[in-house]
């Protein structure tokens, strides 16, 4: 029969198969998808670039040194031209002589230190680095939240979807069981067959309630299996339940909306644009490095550099200074628009922080209100599964209506899908309001 199928998958299937399947808690699903899922694995590797980026700027300032090499050949060796009169001061001013110099073949190697001795930016970059790690360690955090934050949702579906397959196989193997006593009735010629097809809607009504629990779960299965980053190959089978569930959704954490993880973010931004003005401001001021350069040539008019013979060196070394002058107002318009970032970043915060408050009210109000709600529409349940139940033993005895089977068992499925809708509800609102207080772990 069809309801043997969720006897397999809630009982069989999850034993014959532990060797390839896994059982999750709540907690072991966090654990898992803080190790395995591909967003955390990426913002772990958004953390190391910046680190490395901080390396970068670090190098900027540091010695820089470079060693350069350099072969020609003159194919046709450069025409000099001068006055004849610079050898003979008689000769015409307008005669001139014309000569090849040089020699063939031309080699150099040159190695240039190269020392930054004072840059305004150069020092701004690095506590801007410094602040783009903290960025990236803080968008880690929100990341693993926002993991957390889906494996719980999708754990807590999951949950209500396993219970509501149970429930809906419960109801379809009583109703299934009667009708095929009722059939018994009716070659007995104690039924009618008005009777038996009212009773045989009544089941085919359960099956339809089952099979799409059976959809429902099966889908949020896979969905929880997307959220934690686990195969969708592989099994997965939750090992909470509602009632650890219910005993969770129903403590409602202290916390603080300082310890959001948005404000943190946001601070650091402000530092970032502090930077920015900062940096825009050192544009005015001078910079200045030094170089150091050694070099070494050779002039052959033939191919015999690696023989014995002279490398004339040169040896030399400077500083140079960039002192900015006049920029025709630019450079102070870009220092005033980093001003006003500055500016609307701060209001963003406050502006920010005072939407969390609303939220946090708004959660708490949320949640209560889903408590109670929640409470209602469990007795609700009980009492629609009850008298649907009542109603299935008095058919038994022959005291019952067919008819009104299939209305008690219309009411309970009802009363089952808002029980549902306000578990739901309970553990969506429990869950935004442990992520605004940071308490996803």
């Known amino acids: 029969m069809k309801h043997l199928l969720t006897l ?93 110099a040089g020699t063939e073949f031309n080699s150099s190697a040159n190695l240039q230190v190269n020392q930054l001795l004072f840059d305004g930016s150069y020092f701004i970059g690095i506590q801007a680095s410094k602040l783009l790690i903290d960025v990236q360690k803080i968008q880690k955090t929100r990341t693993n939240e926002e993991v957390l934050f889906s494996v719980i949702e999708a754990y807590h579906i999951a949950a209500v979807a396993q219970e509501n397959l149970m429930f809906s196989d419960s ?138 013979k002279p490398w004339y060196s040169q040896t030399n070394w400077g500083l140079q200074m960039n002192i900015p002058v006049f920029s025709s107002g630019k450079g102070r318009a870009v220092v005033k628009q980093s001003e006003i970032q500055l500016l609307q970043d701060e209001y963003n915060f406050e502006m920010t922080k005072q939407g969390l408050k609303l939220q946090e009210v708004q959660l708490k109000n949320t949640i209560a209100s889903a408590l109670k709600k929640k409470e209602l529409q469990k007795e609700n349940h009980l009492l629609a599964e009850k008298i649907y139940r009542n109603a299935i033993n008095k058919e038994k005895l022959g005291n019952g209506n067919n008819l009104l089977v299939t209305q008690k068992l219309n009411q309970t499925m009802i009363a089952q899908a808002e029980y549902t809708a306000s578990l739901i509800e309970v553990y969506r609102s429990k869950l935004e309001l442990d992520k605004l207080y940071n308490k996803l772990k």
């Open 8 to 100: 397999l998958i809630l009982s069989g299937l999850f034993q014959a198969n532990a060797q390839v399947g896994r059982s999750f808690s709540l907690l072991e699903a966090k654990e898992y998808a803080l190790k395995n899922h591909i967003k955390v694995k990426n913002a772990d590797l958004e953390y190391n670039k910046a680190v490395e980026k901080k390396k970068e700027y670090l190098a900027a300032g540091m010695p820089e040194v470079n060693i350069a090499g350099s072969f020609n050949q003159f194919l046709n060796l450069p025409v000099q031209v001068l006055p004849i009169s610079f050898f003979d001061p008689t000769a015409p001013e307008d005669d001139i002589i014309a000569f090849r």
């Open 171 to 308: 109801i379809y193997r009583i109703t299934s069981n009667l009708e095929e006593k009722q059939k018994k009735y009716l070659e007995a010629g104690l039924l009618s067959n008005e009777e038996l097809d009212q009773m045989t809607y009544a089941v085919l009504s359960a099956k339809n309630a089952f099979e799409n629990a059976q959809l429902q779960y099966s889908n949020t299965i896979a969905l929880l299996k997307y959220a934690m980053g686990f195969p969708q190959d592989s099994i997965c089978v939750l090992s909470n339940g509602l009632i650890e569930l219910d005993e969770n959704a129903s403590q409602i954490n202290l916390g603080s909306i300082d310890d959001n993880s948005l404000l943190p973010l946001l601070q650091t931004q402000i530092q970032l644009s502090q930077c920015n003005v900062k940096n825009n401001k050192a544009g005015f001021l001078p910079s200045l490095s030094a170089y150091f350069q050694q070099g070494y040539n050779a002039y052959r008019t033939k191919f015999d550099f690696f023989q014995d």
